[in-house]
């Protein structure tokens, strides 16, 4: 613990000293457990082992220079779980339930925020699984809800520096009518062979076009795109891709600063017009993109050309940092300081 360099930290695990669990037996969701154990067990048949009936949620809380901590737009959170669940058939988590859990786990883990000046921040995993045995295709009876939390720094290792990313045409990420707007599992392992692919050709996420026409941005692997053009925010409009409340939040402060914003279709060609481009989302928050490639066109698409973030994402981010750090007035309500 003495040994975390907080300001060197990257978006890893490390242990810390609690993890919140709930149950769900016979209809019912049991009350929050504390528990040390970083095992789960379940049954060999479990639903979330062979059906991937599980769905996730990313969040943060950070330590402000008044040494409070607040977490940023947990009631977001709740819902989106909770409609991830209805997506895969889960037994949905009560939201204040789910508020208790996140802030139980940050209150008991506090010693592991990180410090203000770091930059870093406390990642927040809450998780819910189907854990019954069930061989046919079919919704678990039983669930478990857990969250665990760990400190991070920045999602892309440059950090809010400008990011290559790629479009690869031969992969799809989900469907239009499939998972793509739920957090669950299967969505991220259906992005790894090709991210995987992108990181060795020095890409730092793949940016996914719509699966059916191959004509739109749908998203930029973990996080969704914007680009800026016009004083206009333009962020793609699509049923095949997260509802991220970073970039719900980014439209709202876009708005604030006097920009448009639109959220509609954004065709593949539209790119060479941006000014600025983006990706957000809870671990990436602003991640700048220098250039997108689109591999099997042969085209290139730039928009840092002097290698730093544009304007106006900076001062998106600014923004966006000072009221998730408490450095401004949270006008929107968008905190909860964990007393
Ligand atoms: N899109 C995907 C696929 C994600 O995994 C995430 C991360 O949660 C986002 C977008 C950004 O969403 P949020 O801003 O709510 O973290
Ligand atoms: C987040 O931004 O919180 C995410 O969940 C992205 C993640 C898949 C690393």
């Given at each position: 613990?003495?040994?975390i360099?907080?300001?060197?930290?990257?978006?890893?695990?490390?242990?810390t000293?609690?993890?919140?669990?709930?149950?769900?037996?016979?209809?019912?969701?049991?009350?929050?457990?504390?528990?040390?154990?970083?095992?789960?067990?379940?049954?060999?048949?479990?639903?979330?082992?062979?059906?991937?009936?599980?769905?996730?949620?990313g969040?943060?809380?950070?330590?402000?220079?008044?040494?409070?901590?607040?977490?940023?737009?947990?009631?977001?959170?709740a819902?989106?779980?909770?409609?991830?669940?209805?997506?895969?058939?889960?037994?949905?988590?009560?939201?204040?339930?789910?508020?208790?859990?996140?802030?139980?786990?940050?209150k008991?883990?506090?010693?592991?925020?990180?410090?203000?000046?770091?930059?870093?921040?406390?990642?927040?995993?809450?998780?819910?699984?189907?854990?019954?045995?069930?061989?046919?295709?079919?919704?678990?009876?039983?669930?478990?809800?857990?969250?665990?939390?760990?400190?991070?720094?920045?999602?892309?290792?440059?950090?809010?520096?400008?990011?290559?990313?790629?479009?690869?045409?031969?992969?799809?990420?989900a469907?239009?009518?499939?998972?793509?707007?739920?957090?669950?599992?299967?969505?991220?392992?259906?992005?790894?062979?090709?991210?995987?692919?992108?990181?060795?050709?020095?890409?730092?996420a793949?940016?996914?076009?719509?699966?059916?026409?191959?004509?739109?941005?749908?998203?930029?692997?973990?996080?969704?795109?914007?680009?800026?053009?016009?004083?206009?925010?333009?962020?793609?409009?699509?049923?095949?891709?997260?509802?991220?409340?970073?970039?719900?939040?980014?439209?709202?402060?876009?708005?604030?600063?006097?920009?448009?914003?639109?959220?509609?279709?954004?065709?593949?060609?539209?790119?060479?017009?941006?000014?600025?481009?983006?990706?957000?989302?809870t671990?990436?928050?602003?991640?700048?993109?220098?250039?997108?490639?689109?591999?099997?066109?042969?085209?290139?698409?730039?928009?840092?050309?002097?290698?730093?973030?544009?304007?106006?994402s900076?001062?998106?981010?600014?923004?966006?940092?000072?009221?998730?750090y408490?450095?401004?007035?949270?006008?929107?309500?968008?905190?909860?300081?964990?007393?």
């Amino acid at each position: 613990m003495n040994t975390i360099n907080w300001s060197e930290l990257s978006f890893g695990y490390i242990k810390t000293d609690f993890n919140v669990r709930c149950y769900y037996r016979n209809g019912e969701w049991s009350k929050p457990q504390v528990e040390t154990s970083e095992e789960v067990t379940m049954h060999m048949a479990a639903t979330a082992l062979h059906y991937g009936q599980e769905a996730f949620e990313g969040m943060k809380a950070f330590r402000g220079k008044d040494e409070k901590i607040r977490i940023f737009r947990m009631r977001q959170n709740a819902l989106r779980l909770q409609s991830s669940c209805r997506g895969i058939m889960m037994a949905e988590l009560p939201v204040e339930l789910f508020e208790e859990c996140i802030t139980t786990a940050v209150k008991e883990n506090e010693r592991f925020v990180p410090p203000y000046e770091s930059g870093a921040a406390l990642y927040i995993r809450p998780l819910l699984f189907g854990t019954s045995a069930q061989v046919g295709v079919g919704p678990a009876k039983e669930y478990t809800f857990l969250v665990f939390v760990t400190p991070v720094g920045p999602y892309f290792k440059e950090g809010f520096k400008p990011t290559p990313m790629a479009i690869m045409r031969e992969y799809d990420r989900a469907a239009p009518l499939g998972t793509g707007t739920y957090k669950v599992g299967g969505n991220y392992a259906a992005s790894m062979q090709s991210g995987v692919k992108a990181a060795k050709m020095g890409y730092s996420a793949v940016v996914y076009l719509d699966a059916k026409e191959k004509k739109y941005i749908d998203e930029c692997g973990p996080a969704n795109f914007f680009g800026i053009k016009d004083n206009t925010y333009i962020t793609p409009k699509s049923t095949s891709i997260l509802p991220s409340i970073t970039n719900k939040s980014l439209m709202q402060l876009a708005e604030d600063i006097g920009m448009k914003v639109e959220r509609r279709p954004v065709p593949v060609e539209e790119l060479a017009t941006f000014e600025e481009a983006g990706a957000c989302g809870t671990a990436a928050v602003i991640s700048p993109i220098l250039r997108i490639d689109d591999l099997s066109e042969d085209k290139t698409y730039e928009f840092c050309k002097e290698g730093q973030p544009g304007p106006i994402s900076k001062k998106l981010y600014d923004k966006l940092r000072a009221i998730q750090y408490g450095d401004v007035e949270d006008v929107h309500g968008w905190v909860t300081i964990v007393e």
